[in-house]
């Protein structure tokens, strides 16, 4: 059995007292629902450390958003898998469609990124999914494919708990348009079936996947419902104390 996960990725919002606010609210709204499902909040890197005290010993997890590959040197800007083992962090994004598109991340540098947080024990969230043209030409299924594979060919998984794929079609991303939960299912079913292609069926059937993209209360139930989707990444929904509760109790 897959335990669901959701997780909020606050993306580039909140100051640090904004940050401590929301996780201090979201500690009393899901305490009660934390056996049942994984919550992950995935705060901006400047507010991971007020984050992580705040949720300590609640059961909520602490994801950041990137990671660089290597453990330390002279990588101006950059935030190592070492640094975010030290703050506590037990996920991390990886190749979310943003740092695709505005910081020219290529699957090889994801696939660096996936294998760097996984040999520190930190949980990997790699996201993968099509544009709004690829759909339209009917490449979502190879976009797809190719973007999991290049994450899980040869990758050494050892507690395949540790791999989470978020399927976030980018047009969904912030628009309000969401993918249907039939058509989430069945891309979430081709992700599955390439993991396997890679790394056994036995590690597939155990990877969660998500579905993102204009999350809200409203249709998280449908999507949870639906066999190969395992769980949520958040955005804008994930701001609100009480919104981000109600997808939690999906
Ligand atoms: P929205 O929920 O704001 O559409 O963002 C989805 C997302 O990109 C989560 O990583």
Redesign the pocket.
Known sequence: MRKPIIAG?WKMHKTVPEAVRLAKQLKVLVSDELKGVEVVLCPPFTALYAVAEVIKGSGIQLGAQDVFWADEGAYTGEISPVMLKDLGCHYVIVG?SERRAYFHETDEDVRRKAEAALAKGIGVIACVGETLDQRRRGETEAVVRREVRAIVEGLELNDPGQLVIAY?PIW???TGETATSGEANRVAGLIREEIARWLGGEAAARVRIQY????KPENIGGFMQEPEIDGA?????SLDASSFAQIVKF
């Open positions: 990725n979310h976030e969904a991303i912030g993102g993209g204009s999350v990444l958040v955005g804008g929904a």
